[in-house]
């Protein structure tokens, strides 16, 4: 088994890397801040501010209510809250800082990681998130810190939005941003931070064959694993 862990925050590239490396080398993609994205969409859905959400007294009583599922079907990670498909609504900016606050709670956190590392025990896998090398599965045998300028980051976050068709404002996205780094990083839970032996790679000035380009290098120097054949992207 092989797994490969890619950490970072938000707007470096991790999804979309992460599953072109996943086709790349033939290998399960899974993305954990999803899972966190489908809790933090519910507790908005049961009226829970996102001050509310990082209150363990406000967001543990939910859990119980919840059931969080991972399907593939069409080559894509597909993540169901209680049977129902949510796409991309969970990729709601405000969605996003809801993930960030219910991601500080410790009940939450440990509600969601035996779901992943069961998949990365019986699964050649890579993980994106923000605590997958430090936390999720410590002894992977390639860890990579994925990171870029907040100008970069939020460039592209703000295209991948508005080619979804989401109305959202270039500032906005950049503040969110700076302020969900802000709350993963300094959170007492599993911060956003490399894990010690992480490759850190700063990908402000990649092209996206650039960014995947990179990660392949380090893992086929790590494991010797190469890609199956290159693509385009």
Do not use: W
């Amino acid at each position: 088994m092989i797994a490969i862990a890619i950490d970072g925050p938000g707007g470096a590239g991790k999804t979309t890397i992460s599953k072109e490396i996943a086709k790349r080398l033939g290998i399960v993609y899974v993305d954990t801040g999803a899972l966190y994205r489908t809790v933090g969409f519910y507790a908005k859905e049961c009226g829970l501010s996102v001050e509310d959400s990082k209150k363990s007294e406000k967001i543990v009583p939910l859990l119980s209510d919840i059931r969080v599922d991972i399907n593939y079907y069409g080559g894509t990670q597909h993540v169901l809250l209680n049977g129902k498909d949510l796409g991309d609504r969970i990729r709601e900016p405000e969605i996003s800082m809801y993930a960030s606050a219910v991601s500080s709670v410790s009940e939450v956190r440990d509600f969601l990681l035996d779901t992943q590392r069961n998949i990365a025990e019986n699964n050649d896998v890579i993980m994106d998130g923000r605590d997958i090398g430090t936390v999720i599965i410590p002894d992977a045998e390639v860890k990579i810190f994925l990171t870029a300028s907040d100008e970069a980051r939020a460039k592209r976050r703000y295209k991948e939005l508005r080619e979804k068709g989401m109305d959202v404002d270039y500032e906005q996205v950049l503040s969110e941003l700076i302020e969900r780094d802000l709350a993963d990083s300094q959170r007492d839970i599993a911060p956003c931070k490399p894990a010690k032996d992480a490759v850190v790679i700063d990908n402000s000035d990649f092209s996206l064959e650039e960014s995947i380009a990179a990660i392949l290098k380090t893992v086929e120097d790590k494991t010797g694993v190469r890609a199956l054949e290159k693509q385009d992207v």
